[in-house]
T-cell receptor
C-alpha cells in the first residue's frame, strides 16, 4: 500500500498570501490527485497530474516523480479558499486510492 | 468536467431502518465506482469497490451484509445501510472512475442514525 504524508496538517494565513501544501508518497505512481473538501463535506477534484505542472486559475500543482513529492500552491489566497486539501495516490498494481490526512487551510480576511 | 451526483446529501433515520444512497455518473459511463466512509477530521476510508454487473469487492472489516452495494448500470451504484445503528452515523461519499485513472467524487451523504 502506498503511504501518503501531507504537510502541514493545519495552515492559517492572511488573505493574499501565497500558500503551499506538500504531499509525499512512498511508491511510484501513474498519477496523483489533489482534492478540495469544503466544510459541507463535498469533494471537488482539483487536479490529476502525472508529471510537471498544472495550473487552473490561482491554483498550481506540481509533481516530482523521482522525489515522490507533489505540491499544491494557491496564489493571492482568498477566504473562499478555506477548505481541507487532500492528496491521493493510487496503490501500486490496482486502482484504489490512498488518501493523505488532509491539510486544513483557513484564510483570514 | 465530469459530474458525479450523490443523493441524498443528508439523511436522518431511526435505528433499525435501512437507508439507500445513490451515486450517479451524469455524463460518462463508470465501470467502477468506489464507496468511502469518513469519520470527523479523518481521512476517507475505502469501504468497497463496485463493478458494474458483478459483486462488489469489500475492504477488510466492512460487513457486506450491512452495507449492500448494487451497481446495476454503468451510471448508477447504490449503497444501502441495512438495520442502521447510531455507530453507522458518518459521512459517506462515492467516486466514479472514468477511463484509466480519473476519479470524480460525489457530494457526499451525511447519515445520522437516531
Amino acid at each position: 500500500k502506498n503511504e501518503v504524508e501531507q504537510s502541514p496538517q493545519n495552515l492559517t494565513a492572511q488573505e493574499g498570501e501565497f500558500i503551499t501544501i506538500n504531499c509525499s508518497y512512498s511508491v511510484g505512481i501513474s498519477a496523483l490527485h489533489w482534492l478540495q473538501q469544503h466544510p459541507g463535506g463535498g469533494i471537488v477534484s482539483l487536479f490529476m497530474l502525472s508529471s510537471g505542472k498544472k495550473k487552473h486559475g490561482r491554483l498550481i500543482a506540481t509533481i516530482n516523480i523521482q522525489e515522490k513529492h507533489s505540491s499544491l500552491h494557491i496564489t493571492a489566497s482568498h477566504p473562499r479558499d478555506s477548505a481541507v486539501y487532500i492528496c491521493a495516490v493510487p496503490n501500486f498494481g490496482n486502482e484504489k486510492l490512498t488518501f493523505g490526512t488532509g491539510t486544513r487551510l483557513t484564510i483570514i480576511p | 468536467g465530469a459530474v458525479v451526483s450523490q443523493h441524498p446529501s443528508r439523511v436522518i433515520c431511526k435505528s433499525g431502518t435501512s437507508v439507500k444512497i445513490e451515486c450517479r455518473s451524469l455524463d460518462f459511463q463508470a465501470t467502477t465506482m468506489f464507496w468511502y466512509r469518513q469519520f470527523p477530521k479523518q481521512s476517507l476510508m475505502l469501504m468497497a469497490t463496485s463493478n458494474e454487473g458483478s459483486k462488489a469487492t469489500y475492504e477488510q472489516g466492512v460487513e457486506k451484509d450491512k452495507f449492500l452495494i448494487n451497481h446495476a448500470s454503468l451510471t448508477l451504484s447504490t449503497l444501502t445501510v441495512t438495520s442502521a445503528h447510531p455507530e453507522d452515523s458518518s459521512f459517506y461519499i462515492c467516486s466514479a472512475r472514468r477511463q484509466t485513472t480519473e476519479a470524480f467524487f460525489g457530494q457526499g451523504t451525511r447519515l445520522t442514525v437516531v
